[in-house]
């Protein structure tokens, strides 16, 4: 499989985790352009279920099906949750929650490598 | 760039919860924790319990310890922040004690759980995450009792 989109998902989530920690160490909340970044870590994480679920539905399986369909279930949830929850916030904090998103869609493309090798990064 | 500067913090207006602030993030990291330790756990349990049972009821162990800190955590009232301080306590003392396990006796870890190798698996994050959380409790009781509340 084509590793571009794993690819582009780690490198866009540790640039989101960055330019959200810069945020946090200036002392700013959250603001649009920040949002307007969620939205597209969402986007190609949807991208990245859709790939694998049309791998699955092709016949292909994974020795650890249950942890992948949890992964896929849970993925499309953190920038949408990371989102919701530093909006609330009204402080530099909140671009401190989106880092974490950032972080962990990162961390999840290499995870999902490790369950099913066939999704390259 | 057009990002709205935060207010500054003066002393006059600190966050109003345990949920506010900084705890915003304490409490991002936990809700991530809780999920992904207890998920992982309730998988393993049904599917594979045979293979390594120590390790998987230690794991849904730590992911009730880490719903039990999310959610008192994010409620922040006085009674959940003394639940929260024990189950902080529970986990560093979780962590330091299965990690100490983990590396003294493999046999028993076939597979690992969060808290292998002091969370090694998960680049330490839960041997740092229940210090922060007493760390933030601490501020949040020395506030209390500077107030004359008595919690």
């Known amino acids: 499989m084509n590793g571009a989109v794993p690819t582009t998902i780690i490198v866009a989530g540790l640039a989101l985790a960055g330019y959200a920690l810069l945020m946090t160490a200036r002392n700013r909340r ?22 694998i679920v049309a791998r699955l539905a092709g016949g292909g399986r ?14 499309p949830f953190i920038p949408v949750a990371a989102a919701f929850w530093g909006l609330v916030e009204r402080s530099r904090w909140g671009p401190a929650v989106i880092a974490v998103a950032g972080l962990v869609a990162a961390v999840l493309m290499v995870r999902l490598h490790q369950i099913w090798p066939v999704i390259h990064v | ?49 045979g293979h390594a049972p120590v390790a998987y009821v230690l794991s849904a162990f ?10 008192t955590l994010a409620v922040g009232s006085p009674t959940a922040r003394r639940i929260a301080v024990v189950s902080c306590s529970v986990e560093l003392a979780g962590v330091l004690a299965v990690g100490t396990w983990s590396l ?15 969370g090694s698996g998960y680049g330490f994050v839960p041997l740092v995450l229940p210090v ?17 509340l008595g919690s």
Do not use: C, H, N
Not at chain 1, 39 to 51: D, R
Not at chain 1, 62 to 75: E, H, K, Q, R, S
Not at chain 2, 62 to 71: K, M, P, R, S
């Open chain 1, 30 to 51: 959250m603001s649009v352009p920040l949002l307007a970044a969620v939205g597209v870590l969402e986007i190609l994480l949807l991208v990245q279920v859709g790939i």
């Open chain 2, 1 to 49: 760039m057009s990002e709205p500067a935060a207010p500054p913090e003066p002393a006059g207006s600190p966050p109003d919860s345990t949920r506010a602030g900084p705890g915003r993030l304490l409490v991002a990291v936990y809700a991530l924790f809780a999920l992904s330790a207890s998920a992982r756990a309730g998988v393993q349990i049904a599917t594979k319990f």
């Open chain 2, 62 to 71: 730590a992911g009730v310890v880490y719903i039990l800190a999310t959610v």
């Open chain 2, 132 to 148: 922060f959380g007493l760390l933030w409790l601490r501020r949040w009781t020395k506030r209390a009792s500077r107030r004359g």
């Open chain 2, 104 to 118: 003294a006796d493999p046999a028993t870890f076939p597979d690992a759980t969060v808290w292998s190798g002091y």
């Open chain 1, 62 to 75: 994974p020795a650890g099906l249950a942890t992948l369909i949890g992964y896929l279930i849970a993925m």
